[in-house]
Antibody, heavy 113, light 107 residues
Framework: EVQLVQSGAEVKKPGESLKISCKGS????????IGWVRQMPGKGLEWMGI????????RYSPSFQGQVTISADKSISTAYLQWSSLKASDTAMYYC??????WGQGTLVTVSS | DIQMTQSPSSLSASVGDRVTITCQAS??????LNWYQQKPGKAPKLLIY???NLETGVPSRFSGSGSGTDFTFTISSLQPEDIATYYC?????????FGQGTRLEIK
């Protein structure tokens, strides 16, 4: 069974750093693009960026370039989304998603002072 | 950056109705288009891939068509469990972009 399992909910303060994860299983993790999608409260879906774990080729949406870092560790079939300095406006649900249609369960990130 | 224009933004229909949602790409994306269904509090679910292919296990009342810049998603006979928000998504130009979504309600 294909699964993408994300790390748990996070509550952070503005200015703090954060790295959330997405572990794949049941398929060839290195062979398919995997990306991160933001969904702000009551809003639509936004692709943030995507990575090919086989060679770490990474593409960012213009709105998110320089704001986050996407990486992957193919040895443990895990993709990551990282912030160096969170803002209140980063409060959202974050999903990892493969281009073959599999999605993680979502990680809720709350940034509040 | 490819823009996806999805319409309508919301739709109210009766059980049994035929429902159609359209998505227009700002440039040719061939058939690199997915359609997703998202219910409240849940992750999106893939319904249609490559513009017209039904994902395994998805009811046959869902269908998709189109290529190039113009795409259509259809529910042939609306069921109560189809209440959700639907999104198109292009993956011709990575990382990909979503349409704005269509919220579907029962009349």
């Amino acid at each position: 069974e294909v699964q993408l399992v994300q790390s748990g909910a996070e509550v952070k303060k503005p200015g703090e750093s954060l790295k959330i994860s997405c572990k794949g299983s049941g398929y060839s993790f290195t062979s398919y693009w995997i990306g991160w999608v933001r969904q702000m409260p009551g809003k639509g879906l936004e692709w943030m960026g995507i990575i090919y774990p086989g060679d770490s080729d990474t593409r960012y949406s213009p709105s998110f370039q320089g704001q986050v870092t996407i990486s992957a560790d193919k040895s443990i079939s895990t993709a990551y989304l990282q912030w160096s300095s969170l803002k209140a406006s980063d409060t959202a649900m974050y999903y990892c998603a493969s281009l073959i249609g599999y999605w993680g369960q979502g990680t809720l990130v709350t940034v509040s002072s | 950056d490819i823009q996806m224009t999805q319409s309508p933004s919301s739709l109210s229909a009766s059980v049994g109705d035929r429902v159609t949602i359209t998505c227009q790409a700002s440039q040719d994306i061939s058939n690199y288009l997915n359609w997703y269904q998202q219910k409240p509090g849940k992750a999106p679910k893939l319904l249609i891939y490559d513009a017209s292919n039904l994902e395994t296990g998805v009811p046959s009342r869902f269908s998709g068509s189109g290529s190039g810049t113009d795409f259509t998603f259809t529910i042939s006979s609306l069921q109560p469990e189809d209440i959700a928000t639907y999104y198109c998504q292009q993956y011709d130009n990575l990382p990909g972009t979503f349409g704005q979504g269509t919220r579907l309600e029962i009349k």
